[in-house]
Structures are given as C-alpha cells and as structure tokens.
C-alpha cells in the first residue's frame, strides 16, 4: 500500500534518512522543513540532504520551506495534498542550547506541535508519529528501560519539551477518538546511510559523541573530552544504546504500518532502541578500527545532569511493531565514518568536498 | 511608589478583584483580556466587570482587547506604556472542558504565556507574577503543602498547563538573571468585593463549588451535587483551602512589592490560601447561615481524580512577603451571597438585575 506521508523536519539526520527509507518502501513524502538548522543553498530548490536523498533514491522529493508554526502557511500544504499520516520531527535538539534559550525551544517544540496537530485535525488528518527520547525517563530507576518506566524527571527544557509534548498528545487521544499516535522514543542514533552521502551534520561544535569521534578522527577537532571516568560501568565510562540510523528510520515505517492498518487505537509508545549499550570507551575503540587511526581523547569531570547508563528494552517494539534493529557497531562506526570522510565540512562543503 | 502593572485576563474573577486592589493603592494599571470569558457587551468600551471597578474607585481603566497569542498586538500595548511589572491571570481554567479541548488549553495557557514572556523581553520588562495554582502539587502526599511539597503528578490538561508553565518559568529564570518571577499558588477563591458589584461570574454550570452553592440559593439551580461522602476527612466530605478573594488579590500587591523592592532575584513560588479547610458540608451550612435559606443537596460517588483534603501551609508567605489571609469564612460566604443576591444572572443580567 503506497501512502502519502507529510514529514516535518525532513532535511535533519533523522528526517532525511526516513525520507529515503518512505521512499525506498514505495511511500509518497512530502518534505516541510524551515532549515533553521540544515544546510539550504537559496539558489537550490532543495536543502542539499533532501537533493541527495533525490540522488540516490531516483525519486521527486515536494518539499515546502515552512515554519510549522505559521499555521496559514502549514494548512495551504495540507489543503495541496492529501495526506494519511504526519510524521514529526521539526523539533530543535541541544541539550546545552536549552538552557540557554528556554522560550525558543517551548516555543519550537510544544507550540510547534500544537499548532501542527491543529492544522491535521482541521485537514481530518489524524495519524501521527512523534519523535520523542529516551529523555523523557530521566535518570533510569532500573534497566533495561521499558516503556512503562516512569517519566518526567528531565532536568533540562529540550528534555522537558519532549516530556511535556507526549502528554499533550496522550491528552489529545485521550479527548478525541479519532486520533492514533504513536511516540518513537529514540535512544542515541548514529551511523549513516550506506551511500556516504548524507549523514550528521552538526551546527559548530558537535554536541552528541559520535559527531564528535569523527570529527576527531577526521582532523577537524584535536581531542575528544571523556566526561566521568568513574561511573558504575564496565570501564567507568558512561553507557548508550547507540542505534543505526537506518535501523532507526525503518522503526517509522513499521510504525506506520502499524498506524494505517488501524492496529492501534489512540496513543502508543515505543522505544527505538538495539537494547545493547556501550561505554564511550567502546565507541572510541570501535571508531578507531573502522577509520584506521587513533582517536585522541583526554577525561574530563562529568557533567551535571549526566546518567552512568541507559538502554531499551525493545520488546515492545519487537511484539507490537515487528521491529528490530538489524545494524552492529561495526556498521555504526563504518557508515558514519565514510559520511564523514567524504563530507568533512558536512552539507555545505559540498563544492570543496566532492 | 506608584508602579504601571500590566494585567492580561484583567476582566476576570481574579484578575478584577486584583485591578480594583492594585487602583486603590495607587497604581497604574494597563488591562489586557480577549474576553473569551468574560462579558462585554460590544456597545461599551470596557468588559462590564472593568466598568464597575471604575465606579467602585473612580479611577480610568486602560483596556486593550487583546489575545495574548497575538504577539503583534500584544507587543503595541507593550511600546504604549512604560510596564514596571506584568500579572498574569489570563487562561483557560475549567478542569473538565480541558479534557474535552486539550490542545486548546495548551495553546492559551502556554503558548500565551511563552508570547508574553518573549514580548516582555523584546521590551525589556522582566518583572512578572504568574498565576499557578495549587493543582500543581496533585495528590497531596502530606498537609499541610508547602511550597517544597513535590509538584507534576496532574491528572488533566488544565493542571498540566500550570504545572508545564511553572517550569518554563524556572528554566527561564535560569537562563537569565534578568528575570524576576514569583509564581502564586491559589487554593480556592471564593467571595467578592464588599460593594457586591463584582464576583465570580462562570459560564453555564459552575465547576467550583461556592458559585454552585449561591447558584441553588438564588434558586438558578436545584440541588447541589456532593461528589462523595466516604472521603477520610471529618465529615465524609472534600476539604479545601477556601481564601477570600479580596485577600487573595492583596496577595499579588504582597508579591508585586517584593519583586519590585528587589526582593527576589530569579525564581520564587508562594501559597496563597488560609492554611485552613474546610468541607463540602461546612461551606453548605456557613453559607445557609448568610442567605438565610436552605441548600438542597444530595450525595453522589466521587469524581476521578477527586482528592480527600487539600490546604495551604502559609508560613512562606508570611515570612517573605508579610502576606496573610485576613477574612473568615463568615465574609466569604457573606460576600458571595450579596453580590449572587444582586447579580443573579452575572454580568450579563445586568440590566435588568439593578
């Protein structure tokens, strides 16, 4: 069955990657983005991610450059399409950024989500895929985390942000039976498309650690800072359920298999997770095999607000969705690496780069 | 010293006791209100409950009818005045339609306040009072609360809504020392002004308890409704923090003094109730007493998300505000019925009621 997808967000790491995998499945996507945080030369029709996304699929990629926000101009797409599901990623992401812009990030992502959910409700569109985080758990009071763990303890806005955005959309199911959502709690994606051709693309200093290994390995930064050394791990330092990119895209798609076939009805959550964590250690080490050189790194103290260890249980996942992840570390730390290698100044580097 | 307060959700219950306090110790007061639930008839300048605080005082009201979403019009108001402090009363505030509307009570009550936050930055005004609600604390876990009493655990997208902007608050206060806000938490306020030209005025039937009880005794309806006689208090019957809404009012003078004396630096949350309960059926009998007739009611089961006893520990706002509550159930019930007993049909009604 080919459906017709509305994707905000499209142009990010996730977005852009589940653009590809929609249409790969044969799925119609129409791409909304406002690129406040992805690379869109003005003289191009496309952002540079979703070009490629054309290159390497051989598909027409619609793309609008909206601001969900703008609720006039979010409905006229809506009012030129006829749309079956949302899946929402526009959202703005830094932890650190956060904190030091609370009202751009509420205003992004809580009223961002209201006003979209708006439009869809006044367009009859009511299925909805949210990406939510591991965040949301806070600091984990047992692992492997399930999705009925307790949630809500987030010490930071981008945190909060997400919490707070599942519970309107519980509210929202809740007072409205036509709505199905489903909330994909994410925990640390990495890696990149096999292509080499699009991948992560920070702003400035990365804030996640696999952007920054590579960007190490890659000569653009002399050192990696390891914060804690003496957390209750393996080998002290902190532990993540790292999950490929494309395994994570794919989650999507299972997910709205399980939407449109009327498999759920009114509000779901499932983590997208491998249900394996490693340390930083690990990934340094990894990385280094998969790129052939010594990755630099130092400790450093740790920071507030950080957790020794966090990783999914996925057998909600595995149950209601159908949906594993199928990629290793190896994959993880090779397909990140060849983006990297051949994209060292990311999106914009384009012309210098290839 | 005479300040310039800009009030939003100026025509309501609250927030026109608080104009009618704030003129009488010679402020300036800008008001703000869309009037979604307030009456004003379009004939006059001023929504009804605005043009009797200026016979009440004698004093100009400036009105601006203004959502408070609409961050053009709101900013106009802004660049007319010179603000010293903003209160902030307008939103949605009945518990069981928040239920049915959700994403319109996220809407008013944060994306409204994250508008007025950023426009109050955009024109350097950084002195607020936001007005929360006791609701935040959910599920007492010990009495009386105080202000460190644990906050998050609501049950519905009304107390959710306070609970989210508290902490958008806290985060923006973190963010930059610029900001001076004092959250109050109300318990339930009830009574109104001595001159019985001014009160609580709902829409349809009343969701609160003392405007349902003076709603049977000016015989606009039947029978009160008493949801539970099997709660652990000492009659069988929910116990609530009722406060006088004058002396509630008062409490945001208390506040407006302390932020604008430099009181506070960042982020302050304060009770305002009496530190007192009392139960369904006392407030029955003391108001029975004041109108002189009976209240007919009968014993229904409790309601979801119902709670047995809820009041205020007071000592913190005694302490650094030099605020306490001063009028007695008495007064409360005194003062109810005499703006009831003229007003049967609130605002509305008014010309045919005087």
């Not at 955005?165 to 489903?182: F, G």
């Not at 050192?223 to 790292?242: A, C, E, I, Q």
């Not at 994570?248 to 009327?262: E, F, R, V």
């Amino acid at each position: 069955m080919s459906l017709t997808t509305l994707t905000t967000g499209a142009a990010g790491f996730i977005g852009s990657h589940t653009v590809l995998e929609l249409f790969e499945a044969g799925h119609n996507v129409i791409c909304v983005d406002n690129c406040c945080n992805a690379y869109h030369d003005k003289n191009e029709s496309l952002p540079e991610s979703l070009k490629r996304v054309e290159d390497i699929t051989g598909k027409k990629v619609t793309f609008y450059s909206v601001d969900i926000r703008d609720k006039k101009a979010l409905d006229s797409v809506f009012k030129k399409h006829k749309i079956d599901c949302v899946i929402h990623f526009a959202a703005l992401k830094a932890v650190g950024e956060s904190c030091r812009l609370p009202l751009q990030y509420y205003q992004n992502n809580i009223t961002g989500t209201s006003v979209l959910l708006e439009v869809m409700a006044d367009n009859e569109v009511y299925n909805f895929v949210y990406s939510s985080s591991a965040t949301v758990y806070g600091d984990p009071t047992f692992l492997p985390l399930t999705e009925d763990h307790p949630t809500g303890n987030c010490t930071n806005p981008y945190g909060k942000s997400k919490y707070f955005t599942e519970e309107i959309l519980k509210d929202l199911c809740a007072s409205d039976k036509n709505w199905n959502v489903i909330s994909l709690r994410y925990f640390n994606p990495v890696g990149a498309h096999k292509s080499g051709r699009i991948g992560e693309d920070p702003n400035g200093e990365p804030n996640n650690l696999m952007p920054y290994i590579s960007q190490v390995a890659v000569g653009k930064r002399q050192l990696l800072k390891v914060f804690g050394n003496d957390w209750p791990t393996h080998d002290g330092t902190g532990v993540r359920d790292y999950i490929h990119i494309v395994d994570l895209a794919q989650g999507h798609l299972s997910a709205l298999s399980k939407l449109l076939k009327g498999g759920t009805t009114g509000y779901a959550v499932y983590n997208l997770g491998t249900g394996v964590g490693y340390s930083v250690l690990d990934m340094v080490k990894n990385f280094s095999i998969a790129c052939g050189k010594n990755i630099a790194y130092e400790f450093a103290p740790r920071r507030e607000g950080d957790i020794a260890s966090c990783y999914a249980s996925t057998e909600k996942a595995a149950d209601e969705l159908g949906w594993k992840s199928k990629l290793g570390l190896k994959e993880m730390c090779e397909d990140t690496w060849r983006w990297q290698k051949n994209n060292p100044n990311g999106f914009a580097g384009l012309k210098s780069d290839l």
